[in-house]
């Protein structure tokens, strides 16, 4: 199973950006799918998470309203729209599935 994010960058305050986790050797359309951050000094969390089929989603409380998870069953990507960026979103962004790991992408907000 391999995990590849993407989409990361700096933004300001407010601004938006799009992860992107491609996903290789699982049937991807049989697992859920989760996002995952880390803040520098503290723990990993769980930002969102979605079924399967894509038709239940969870959120962080800090984040809903603000982040959308989907997935792309014909594409094997799961995605994450992030909008209204705040200082406090900075971290790296993890994929996830089962015990495996992407590589992270980092998501840094700065004015």
């Known amino acids: 199973v391999q995990l590849v994010e993407s989409g990361g960058g700096l933004v300001q305050p407010g601004g938006s950006l799009r992860l992107s986790c491609a996903a290789s050797?699982?049937?991807?359309?049989?697992?859920?799918m989760r996002w995952y951050r880390q803040a520098p000094g503290k723990e990993r969390e769980l930002v969102t998470g979605i079924s399967s089929t894509g038709i239940r989603t969870n959120y962080l409380d800090s984040v809903k309203g603000r982040f959308f998870i989907s997935r792309d069953l014909s594409k094997n990507t799961v995605y994450l729209q992030m909008n209204s960026l705040k200082f406090e979103d900075t971290a790296v962004y993890y994929c996830?599935?089962?015990?495996?790991w992407g590589q992270g992408t980092q998501v840094t907000v700065s004015s």
């Open positions: 996830n599935v089962l015990d495996r």
């Open positions: 050797g699982l049937t991807f359309s049989t697992y859920d």
